[in-house]
């Protein structure tokens, strides 16, 4: 877990003056709060995303990711939103793998057994615990859907393994025998991954079962070869990471009410 100490750096005075300076011209109250106890070192993350999402810098991040975090508290606090959006992201999910000619069956499958274990809430309690052991401390839409799950991924396929690379690279193997050595390394990372789970029906065991069926898919799709597929899984992984997140410009943050 990473905390911004309330003792700041003198490199990072400028990038204070700079903030308050534009807090001056434009108010968002809701943010100048959050800015103050990032400040005071009363906001934590598992990871900084400051250059991910085009924040000024790390104080800046920590004092947007607080918004964030209660806005998306107060909009998934109804469960027909919860409900949209999960059946938004599994026919998004879906659309990856049909557009890849193979079938979303068993991943809508295991999406909607994962969604359904999430709702029930005698398993929240376990599923903090499990959540922690990664370095996730907080149960919020962005800590563990855009930042655990979806931004870590793209930082793994970002820097595959060394064995993914040599296939991708090795121009004497057809496109054919390139994807399916992709799948099967996904495949052999993931089961590596379940032999270190201490619970073996938990939410990362449900995870982990999504992650088997959509990670072939999308690791071939960003890649591999220029193709539709590809063009098709950069846009997803675009859309999905947008500085915009984080940019009081788009997202009022004058209040959460």
């Given at each position: 877990?990473?905390?911004?100490?309330?003792t700041?750096?003198?490199f990072?005075?400028?990038?204070?003056?700079?903030?308050?300076?534009?807090?001056?011209?434009v108010?968002?109250?809701f943010?100048e709060?959050?800015?103050q106890?990032?400040?005071?070192?009363?906001?934590s993350?598992?990871v900084?995303r400051?250059?991910m999402?085009?924040?000024?810098g790390?104080?800046?991040?920590?004092?947007k990711?607080?918004?964030?975090?209660q806005?998306?508290?107060?909009?998934?606090c109804?469960?027909t939103?919860?409900?949209?959006?999960?059946?938004?992201?599994?026919?998004?999910?879906?659309?990856?793998?049909?557009?890849?000619?193979?079938s979303p069956?068993r991943?809508?499958e295991v999406?909607?057994e994962?969604i359904?274990?999430?709702?029930?809430t005698?398993h929240?309690?376990?599923t903090?615990?499990?959540?922690a052991?990664r370095?996730v401390?907080?149960?919020?839409?962005y800590?563990?859907?855009l930042?655990?799950?979806?931004?870590d991924?793209?930082?793994?396929?970002?820097n595959?393994?060394v064995?993914?690379?040599?296939?991708?690279?090795n121009?004497w193997?057809n496109?054919?025998?390139?994807e399916?050595?992709?799948?099967s390394?996904c495949w052999?990372?993931?089961?590596?991954?379940?032999?270190?789970?201490?619970v073996s029906d938990?939410?990362i065991?449900h995870?982990?079962?999504?992650?088997?069926q959509?990670?072939p898919?999308?690791?071939?799709?960003?890649l591999?070869p220029?193709?539709?597929?590809h063009d098709?899984?950069c846009f997803?992984?675009?859309r999905?990471c947008p500085?915009?997140?984080?940019d009081t410009?788009?997202?009022p943050?004058?209040?959460?009410?």
């Open positions: 877990m990473i905390i911004i100490n309330s700041i750096p003198f990072q005075l400028a990038e204070h003056r700079e903030l308050r300076s534009v807090l001056a011209l108010p968002h109250l943010y709060e959050a800015l106890m990032a400040e005071d070192g009363k906001i993350c598992r900084l400051t250059e999402l085009g924040c000024h790390d104080i800046d991040f920590l004092a990711l607080h918004c964030v975090r806005a998306c508290q107060l909009i998934l109804d469960r939103t919860r409900m949209f959006l999960a059946d938004t992201g599994k026919k998004i999910l879906s659309s990856i793998i049909v557009k890849a000619q193979k069956k991943f809508e999406f909607e994962m359904s274990f999430v709702e029930h005698e929240w309690e376990n903090e615990v499990e959540l052991t370095g401390k907080h149960l919020n839409f800590d563990i859907v930042d655990f799950i979806l931004m991924s793209f930082e793994d396929l970002e595959p393994p064995s993914i690379q040599n296939v991708i690279n121009r193997l496109s054919s025998f390139k399916t050595a992709v799948a390394s052999s990372v993931m089961k590596q991954k379940r032999q270190h789970m201490k938990g939410f065991a995870f982990y079962a999504v992650c088997e959509i990670s898919v999308l690791a071939w799709g960003i591999g220029k193709s539709s597929l098709f899984c997803f992984k675009v999905l500085n915009t997140l984080c410009d788009c997202i943050a004058r209040t959460i009410l």
